[in-house]
């Protein structure tokens, strides 16, 4: 059978599909929680940016595969 739609996705992340695991909205409150703490105090102007590295995939439409067939 087919695997999940994301397959095709997650081999072509940056990392060469070696990611543990894709990002969960724990991960998000994580960073919020930090940003939110006194360990965060010397922090100022700055974007933390919370993808895994998906930042780095070339996302051009004309790049993207569909993620189920139709």
Not at 7 to 34: E, H, Y
Not at 43 to 50: F, H, P
Request: proline fraction near 6%.
């Amino acid at each position: 059978g087919k695997g999940h739609p994301m397959d095709d996705q997650k081999k072509n992340t940056p990392l060469g599909g070696s990611m543990v695991f894709w990002g969960t909205p724990q991960d998000i409150g994580r960073a919020v929680a930090f940003l939110s703490s006194d360990d965060a105090d010397y922090i100022t102007g700055s974007v933390l940016a919370v993808d895994g590295g998906f930042r780095y995939k070339d996302c051009r439409v004309e790049n993207q595969k569909p993620l189920r067939e139709e």
